[in-house]
């Protein structure tokens, strides 16, 4: 069976440090793998989707970005965070590509940037 | 710009009682519309609807879609304590990619 992995559950980080939130999916290839924020009190933003390795679209300008190395693992990274940038970060996969497909999500990190 | 909207955006029932929540939604390209369930942390799959007037059924909890008037209701009959969540509707858009409303706060009192 599928398993998504995600970690760190929890970040505090200053204004201005850099960040990096990994997710790894495991018993599937070609997965796609997506980034969304959830901030208090909202639903969840998506932020970037990736298609294949290398392949990362961005849904929302931001101080974030995203990157996929391997076929199964993804990455949101920031060179300098904002205040802004605190919230609940999700990662998720799906099977692509066919449309209809069920969408499943890591545990989820929280990040407070202070 | 796509939409999705949910109401109420909070309720609190007790144990026993029924709710529907409900969700509209305006996105461009349709293909499915899911329902979830989020407790402390990763939303829970519960429900994928494609088609207008079939309803899904899983226990105490049912949904249905009209694609005709852009919405979908989820019903959970004999509420329980553990039925206390955020249940967030989406639109899958072509490409996988989902949009979220934000979410309805159900808290059921025992």
């Known amino acids: 069976s599928q398993t998504i992995h995600q970690w760190p559950a929890t970040l505090v980080q200053p204004v201005g440090s850099p960040l990096s939130l990994e997710c790894t999916v495991e018993?599937?290839?070609?997965?796609?793998l997506y980034w969304y924020r959830q901030a208090a009190g909202r639903g969840l933003q998506l932020l970037f989707y990736?298609?294949?390795?290398?392949?990362i679209s961005s849904e929302v300008p931001q101080n974030l970005s995203a990157s996929r190395p391997q076929d199964r693992q993804f990455i949101l990274s920031s060179k300098k965070l904002l205040l802004s940038d605190s919230g609940f970060y999700l990662c998720?996969?799906?099977?692509?590509?066919?449309?209809?497909?069920?969408?499943?999500f890591g545990e989820g990190s929280w990040l407070t940037v202070v | 710009e796509d939409k999705v909207v949910q109401s109420p955006l909070s309720l609190v029932v007790h144990e026993g009682d029924t709710v529907t929540l409900n969700c509209s939604y305006e996105?461009?390209?349709?293909?499915?519309l899911l329902w979830y369930k989020q407790e402390k942390k990763a939303p829970t799959f519960l429900f994928m609807l494609?088609?207008?007037?079939i309803e899904k059924k899983s226990g105490r909890l049912s949904s249905i879609l009209d694609k005709k008037e852009l919405f979908s209701i989820l019903n959970i009959t004999a509420t329980q304590t553990g039925d206390s969540a955020v249940y967030l509707c989406?639109?899958?858009?072509?490409?996988?990619?989902?949009?979220f409303g934000a979410g309805t706060i159900l808290r059921v009192k025992s």
């Open positions: 989406a639109v899958e858009k072509g490409g996988n990619k989902l949009v």
């Open positions: 494609t088609s207008s007037g």
């Open positions: 996105v461009t390209n349709f293909r499915s």
């Open positions: 018993g599937t290839s070609n997965p796609n």
């Open positions: 998720a996969w799906s099977v692509s590509p066919r449309a209809g497909n069920t969408i499943y």
């Open positions: 990736s298609v294949g390795i290398g392949q």
